[in-house]
């Protein structure tokens, strides 16, 4: 089963830059879309971004095109988020997710809490 970690959450001024980090078990890494999800209180998970293996595409919400930036080191088995120009409203739990069985996100990390005040 794969396993993936989250970490880099944390408290930041409006403004502000966070990396987050996944950390992937297993030898198949390179061949996994990813994608990053957020779920703020009392709402529902919403997609942030997301990395094709397959062909590097990157995909964004617009509500973070422009100031997040998905990407991954495969001979890491991580993938990154880069989080720029941070706003309160940005503050959530930040979930990674792999497709490793097929085209659904299967496979989810426990999360790492982002917090943006104002």
């Not at 089963?1 to 970490?7: C, I, M, P």
């Not at 971004?49 to 062909?55: D, G, H, I, V, Y």
């Not at 964004?60 to 941070?86: C, E, H, P, W």
């Not at 496979?107 to 790492?112: E, L």
């Amino acid at each position: 089963q794969v396993q993936l970690v989250e970490s880099g959450g944390g408290l930041v001024q409006a403004g502000g830059s966070l990396r987050l980090s996944c950390a992937v078990s297993g030898d198949t890494f390179s061949t996994y879309n990813m994608g990053w999800f957020r779920q703020a209180p009392e709402k529902e998970r919403e997609f942030v971004a997301a990395m094709s293996w397959r062909s590097g595409n990157t995909f964004y919400a617009d509500s973070v095109k422009g100031r997040f930036t998905i990407s991954r080191d495969n001979a890491k088995n991580t993938v990154f988020l880069q989080m720029n120009s941070l706003k309160p409203e940005d503050t959530a739990v930040y979930y990674c997710a792999a497709q490793v069985g097929g085209v659904r996100y299967d496979s989810w990390g426990q999360g790492t809490q982002v917090t943006v005040s104002s």
